[in-house]
T-cell receptor, first 113, second 113 residues
């Protein structure tokens, strides 16, 4: 049972445009959400996170939006750059002190120059 | 600053063989983790160590053992490898238990024939 779902395995976006990556979850107990970015032959790296008490968190070109009623979060990258080409994983946690992060299956983002 | 270092990067085993995956971090983090990544499954937690001297099971612990040798090192052992353990294994660390910002190693690609 996949509690965190990334339904788009891949996404291609023109350089300079907005990239929107989506993530849906089924467990209403999740209270913290994260995005990780992964380049080939490297481990994932933390990108941005959001607490369930917020609906938006921004860090430079990256913004994460959370819609709790829809159990949906999205990552916006504006403007998209070639270096953003990577696999993006969303992840969720139930509560503080809980080591278990539940990861989605990932979306491969390709930025077209 | 190396961060999280995993060895080996690649390994091929025959069914029934044993091996140990090594992981070391130089960030003075208290918590360490082992994940596996399989196609279409996302990353799944195998074992974790919230602090030196403690280890606990994650989501998919069967067939694995771990040792938190000291604060820096956390090893993962496959006693009798099975084809179902073919996967990419990632070690990660975090400053403290419940700190969701994980730092990952570059992974070990393991094939069990």
């Amino acid at each position: 049972d996949q509690q965190v779902k990334q339904n788009s395995p891949s996404l291609s976006v023109q350089e300079g445009r907005i990239s929107i990556l989506n993530c849906d979850y089924t467990n209403s107990m999740f209270d913290y959400f994260l995005w990780y970015k992964k380049y080939p032959a490297e481990g994932p790296t933390f990108l941005i996170s959001i607490s369930s008490i917020k609906d938006k968190n921004e860090d430079g070109r990256f913004t994460v939006f959370l819609n709790k009623s829809a159990k949906h979060l999205s990552l916006h990258i504006v403007p998209s750059q070639p270096g953003d080409s990577a696999v993006y994983f969303c992840a969720a946690r139930i509560d503080f002190g809980n080591e278990k992060l539940t990861f989605g299956t990932g979306t491969r983002l390709t930025i077209i120059p | 600053n190396a961060g999280v270092t995993q060895t080996p990067k690649f390994q091929v085993l025959k069914t029934g063989q044993s091996m140990t995956l090594q992981c070391a971090q130089d960030m003075n983090h208290n918590s360490m983790y082992w994940y596996r990544q399989d196609p279409g499954m996302g990353l799944r937690l195998i074992y974790y160590s919230a602090s030196e001297g403690t280890t606990d099971k994650g989501e998919v612990p069967n067939g694995y053992n771990v040792s938190r040798l000291n604060k820096r090192e956390f090893s993962l052992r496959l006693e009798s490898a099975a084809p179902s353990q073919t996967s990419v294994y990632f070690c990660a660390s975090s400053e403290n238990r419940g700190n969701e910002k994980l730092f990952f190693g570059s992974g070990t690609q393991l094939s069990v024939l």
